[in-house]
């Protein structure tokens, strides 16, 4: 990645080392990852106990709904990558257009588990089927808050690219919300093997 | 001044006295399972009959020391120059509707244990009601938060009355209450109202919360005392 050139307040590579926006944003990401952690955890120790219902019940789920979301999830999370780069080389135009692009993938996400989560419940497959499926809506809906937040975060991402990044604030909140989106990427990176493939 | 660390004391009080009621008094730490047939879930109640309203009278006075809490956190968002007095007042009722939700499982569990020898499927059915209440309404302890998160990262002044992170950690702990909603639909496993979502997860970070935020508002009101002995209004 290249050295941010506008941004004077920008660190870069002193030797204090930098930290991607700021420092509470890590306080919420390794806090939000704790709590997923601990449900990931719950998730693997109730499954040992009943590992027939689980395995049968993931039978049903559609692996084809994960992995185009898993490549959704992926691509967006590039799209921040580069978006994040451009903004700090001031190409704002290339910026709007690659944050836009992850918008669409997030909002593409989204379509993918309405259309899965309507196959699930015309199958009868309700959050109270089993205790499998209580973690898979539990699991996945939760996630997908994360996304839906993740997106209105990157809609004024969107707004914010329009004008550079001028100011110190301008870039903590181009770094924290990108740094917030890498997570909820990080998140299904484990959430979809975890409920789709684990054997 | 002095009356503001009364207030913030409120909050380690409640959860002292809160949980000497819930815990030690009612014995409601592991929760009665919801599956537990209605005859031994009424034996419960009369076996403990006073022991539980005993609790449950302990905690409805806990309760009551989270509104001058609740009012000394508005209070110090006030002070937040760039923050709305919609929020202020949205962190106020969103956390007053708290206690009073707070109330009601306290109230229903009293009104259980006082008179345990009538119909078993009545004391489950209260039962029910309880502890459905006491988990299950989430949104309001989440705006209380949010609101509480998004006043103190909108806070642009050189010397902030929160520190940033504070935000950041306010917003994910509404995060943690919204899995409670699922003690509505299962009556066994991490999802039930005995099980780790809905219970140990909540119980665990939302008295956290109060110790953390109770530090903090002494560091608010240290910083309020100060710019008024110096004379600025930063």
């Known amino acids: 990645m290249t050295a941010p050139a506008v941004v004077s307040e920008a660190p870069g590579k002193t030797s204090e080392g930098h930290i991607p926006g700021e420092t509470g944003i890590w306080v919420f990401v390794l806090g939000d990852m704790t709590v997923f952690a601990m449900l990931f955890a719950g998730f693997v120790y109730y499954r040992a106990e009943q590992l027939g219902l689980y395995l049968e019940s993931q039978a049903a789920l559609n692996q084809t709904f994960g992995a185009i979301n898993t490549l959704l999830l992926l691509s967006s999370s590039w799209f921040v990558v580069m978006g994040t780069d451009a903004a700090r080389r001031d190409a704002r135009a290339l910026a709007q257009r690659l944050f836009a692009a992850a918008f669409l993938c997030g909002a593409g996400f989204g379509l993918v588990k309405f259309f899965e989560y309507r196959e699930k419940v015309l199958q009868g497959l309700t959050p109270v089927a089993n205790e499998f499926y209580s973690f898979y809506y539990m699991l996945t809906g939760l996630h997908l808050l994360h996304v839906l937040i993740g997106m209105i975060v990157l809609v004024f991402v969107f707004l914010r690219a329009r004008t550079g990044i001028r100011t110190a604030s301008d870039r903590i909140f181009l770094e924290g919300s990108a740094t917030y989106w890498h997570m909820v990427d990080l998140l299904w990176i484990v959430l979809f093997p975890l409920l789709y493939l684990m054997k | ?234």
């Open chain 2, 1 to 234: 001044m002095n009356g503001q660390r009364w207030c913030a004391l409120g909050g380690p009080a409640f959860v002292l006295l809160f949980s000497i009621g819930f815990i030690f008094c009612a014995g409601f730490m592991p929760a009665p399972p919801p599956t537990m047939p209605a005859d031994e879930l009424a034996a419960m109640y009369r076996d403990n009959s006073v022991m539980i309203r005993v609790g449950c009278a302990l905690m409805m006075f806990s309760a009551g020391l989270l509104l001058p809490w609740l009012s000394l956190i508005s209070a110090q968002m006030s002070r937040i120059k760039s923050c709305s007095p919609a929020l202020v007042n949205t962190q106020l009722t969103a956390g007053t509707s708290v206690v009073a939700f707070l109330m009601l499982p306290i109230l229903l569990w009293a009104v259980t244990a006082f008179r345990p020898e009538r119909d078993p499927a009545l004391t489950q059915l209260f039962n029910d009601l309880a502890w459905i209440c006491l988990l299950t309404p989430v949104s309001i302890a989440v705006l209380q938060v949010v609101a509480l998160g998004v006043a103190i990262l909108g806070d642009r002044a050189a010397q902030p009355v929160f520190p940033r992170w504070a935000g950041y950690y306010n917003l994910w702990t509404g995060f943690i209450f919204v899995p409670g909603v699922a003690a509505m639909f299962a009556r066994t496993g991490p999802f039930a109202w005995n099980g780790l979502l809905p219970y140990w997860i909540p119980f665990a970070f939302f008295g956290a919360w109060f110790l953390v935020m109770y530090v903090l508002l002494l560091g608010a009101i240290r910083q309020q005392e100060q710019q008024a002995a110096s004379g600025t209004t930063a």
